[in-house]
Nanobody
Framework: QVQLVESGGRLVQAGGSLRLSCAAS????????MTWFRQAPGKEREFVGG????????YYADSVKGRFTVSRDSARNTVYLQMISLKPEDTAVYYC???????????????????WGQGTQVTVSS
């Protein structure tokens, strides 16, 4: 079993920055990728950005490229989402997810992930 705990969400003004953390515990050995998704009220959960655990390759949604950065601390089993130039449309609950797949799976698809955190609220005021 794996547990994921997100933290760092809060209210921030437009143009501000924020860093989210996702700490993984349990059987994370051999994890394929850890990824951030978000879900705004009345909308479907959407891909934000992710990182492959072995190689550190990163992937981003077009809407956040150049503003958000995903990084990892393998020793701490923690993934970060650094967000700058935040916009009101970034307001959502942000979730991290872990894939334990032993082969390639699409990073941006929710079905690729076996474990999810409880989410952390990010609110960007205009």
């Amino acid at each position: 079993q794996v547990q994921l705990v997100e933290s760092g969400g809060r209210l921030v003004q437009a143009g501000g920055s924020l860093r989210l953390s996702c700490a993984a515990s349990g059987r994370t050995t051999g994890a394929y990728a850890m990824t951030w998704f978000r879900q705004a009220p009345g909308k479907e959960r959407e891909f934000v950005g992710g990182i492959t655990w072995r190689d550190g390759d990163t992937y981003y949604a077009d809407s956040v490229k150049g503003r958000f950065t995903v990084s990892r601390d393998s020793a701490r089993n923690t993934v970060y989402l650094q967000m700058i130039s935040l916009k009101p449309e970034d307001t959502a609950v942000y979730y991290c997810a872990l894939s334990t797949s032993s082969r390639y799976v699409p990073i941006s698809v929710t079905e690729s992930y076996d474990y999810w955190g409880q989410g952390t609220q990010v609110t960007v005021s205009s």
